[in-house]
């Protein structure tokens, strides 16, 4: 590859560290879970008190945990594969496949989760939806666009893997290269 990146890829390795910047950051969201449910517990059975606010703070981290980082998961590899017969292929065939499986499956599901959240968020944030619970957080809209965020960074990580994959089939990228953003 010349000193000089090429306009997609770089795209790419944009789009690889906007999504390892946001999961890297929620990576970090499971210590407040720990503390806030520890406070939540103690408050709730040491003193016999609530903190409803708090509870829900602890449940939209953990939505955020999961939905904030899949794009970074993805990216890293991390997810769940059924790997019985995909070891077993080249590495030519196996960006193959990854790029196939992003077409057919990443990008129509996120387009789905997109067309099916995008009115229930929107109906949120037309009326700055607030929790139903007394002392609740005033940020239920917020919560609810985390689904949002979920579809448009694994979107965006499926344009930077067939970015990728495109360049590793023309043999413009060495394999090894496009590993360097994991981590």
């Not at 990146?5 to 929620?26: E, F, M, Q």
């Not at 794009?71 to 769940?80: D, I, K, N, T, Y």
């Not at 077993?88 to 057919?104: A, C, E, H, K, P």
Request: glycine share 10%; with cysteine.
């Amino acid at each position: 590859m010349s000193a000089k990146t090429p306009p997609l890829l770089a795209l790419a390795r944009a789009i690889d560290a906007l999504n390892a910047a946001l999961g890297r950051i929620c990576a970090w969201i499971p210590v407040f879970l720990v503390f806030g449910t520890t406070v939540v517990v103690v408050l709730r059975y040491g003193f016999g008190t609530g903190a409803i606010a708090l509870q829900e703070a602890v449940m939209y981290g953990h939505a955020l945990v999961f939905m904030g980082a899949a794009a970074w998961a993805l990216q890293r590899g991390a997810h769940v594969r059924v790997d019985i017969l995909y070891q077993r292929f080249s590495t030519r065939t196996q960006t193959i496949m990854n790029m196939l499986g992003t077409v057919i499956l990443l990008m129509p599901m996120c387009g789905f989760l997109a067309w099916l959240s995008w009115g229930y968020v929107s109906a949120s944030w037309a009326t700055f939806e607030g929790s139903s619970e007394a002392g609740g957080l005033p940020l239920v809209y917020l919560q609810k666009t985390i689904i949002l965020i979920l579809v448009f960074s694994l979107l965006l990580q499926a344009i930077s893997d067939l970015i990728k994959g495109a360049y590793r089939l023309a043999g413009r990228l060495a394999y090894e290269d496009a590993e360097v953003q994991r981590g």
